[in-house]
């Protein structure tokens, strides 16, 4: 799931963003899924995509954002989400988290929920899916071995190719 973090980008700019960020993860893993809200601009960029040969998933998430991150509360409080322990976006991403729903912005909060609600609810047939953060950050799971823990410390679809 690509979340275009605390940054407004205008359309054209927002789908180049996109394109980028989505050519970067597909070259370094072809099990990555380009996952949309098929709302506002969204419909247009899934549209644009789709016409350049980019397989964007259109999803129409259910409740509000704060319903759809209480639904994923009782894994993290069970210990089912692990973040890594060191992180060139962690803090960022704890600053919006933490807060949440009270806090400035909620974003990465809603991509978060919704990229765990694709993983505990993905069919064995399905690619696992990432929350990646075009300003720097990612949070991605492992393979199949891992079918009921979203764990941001292993490395199973990094752009940098390493594996």
């Known amino acids: 799931m690509l979340d275009v973090v605390h940054e407004r ?9 996109v394109t980028v960020v989505y050519r970067n993860w597909r070259s370094a893993c072809s099990r990555c899924e380009l996952v ?4 506002g601009s969204g419909m247009s960029l899934i549209q644009d995509l789709k016409r350049e040969g980019i397989n964007a998933i259109a999803v129409d998430p259910e409740g509000d954002k704060a319903m759809r991150m209480n639904a994923q509360t009782a894994r993290i409080e069970a210990g089912s989400v692990l973040l890594p322990r060191q992180a060139a976006w962690l803090d960022e ?5 933490l807060p949440f729903p009270a806090g400035r912005y909620s974003d990465q909060v809603d991509a978060f929920s919704q990229a765990l609600h694709r993983a505990f609810n993905a069919r064995r047939s399905e690619c696992m899916v990432g929350f990646i953060n075009p300003y720097g950050g990612q949070i991605h799971w492992g393979g199949r071995d891992r079918k009921s823990t979203f ?13």
Do not use: V
């Open 93 to 97: 991403f704890r600053a919006e988290i």
């Open 151 to 163: 764990d941001a410390s292993h490395n199973g679809c990094i752009p940098s190719g390493r594996r």
């Open 36 to 39: 949309i809200e098929n709302k």
């Open 9 to 17: 980008l205008e359309y054209p700019d927002l789908k180049r963003k």
